[in-house]
């Protein structure tokens, strides 16, 4: 199933080339476009899929993501594993209930975070130092895909789905 959505990765066109700025503010000239790619019904499935084979055997009670990446990617293994999810603003909202995050985390619940795309992974660690800061541990950060370049460092228990040399094979 990996090797499908490494596929139909490329078939979709979420591996890009060209002149790029990242998240993490590095430069690179390859983009992978994993929000664009989970508006295909088939691949979001595959995703959810690889993803909660991976928590298989991971006691947890919660998904956490940042928007907007983590949003697709957290409904749909919400759905697979029946599990309740989270969502993490990047920055708070003053208006409506306001704040920084959408559903809740309670003292001491095991939650486990999606990720889109990791590369120095400070996105990721962010939602898990919110997590942690309102009571819950994170037992595993998910990624669609690593860049392999840094996230491990910085996330110890990050589980990635696909590594972008996976993605440049066979171009």
Do not use: H, W
């Amino acid at each position: 199933m990996k090797d499908k959505l490494v596929d139909m990765l490329k078939e979709v066109g979420a591996l890009k080339f060209g002149e790029f700025v990242l998240s993490s503010g590095k430069k690179s000239n390859v983009y992978v476009d994993i929000k664009t790619a989970c508006t295909y019904p088939e691949i979001l499935r595959i995703i959810a899929k690889l993803m909660a084979e991976k928590v298989r055997g991971i006691d947890f009670d919660k998904i956490a993501c940042i928007e907007l990446g983590g949003v697709p990617l957290a409904v749909a293994l919400s759905l697979e594993t029946g599990k309740p999810y989270v969502i993490f603003r990047k920055e708070k909202k003053s208006y409506g209930v306001g704040g920084d995050l959408i559903g809740n985390v309670k003292q001491g619940e095991r939650i486990v975070v999606v990720e889109d795309v990791t590369t120095t992974g400070k996105s990721a660690n962010s939602v898990v130092r919110r997590v942690e800061e309102r009571g819950g541990k994170v037992v595993a950060v998910l990624t669609v895909v690593d860049r392999n370049e840094g996230a491990r460092e910085l996330i110890p228990n990050l589980i990635p789905i696909v590594e972008l040399r996976e993605l440049l094979e066979n171009i």
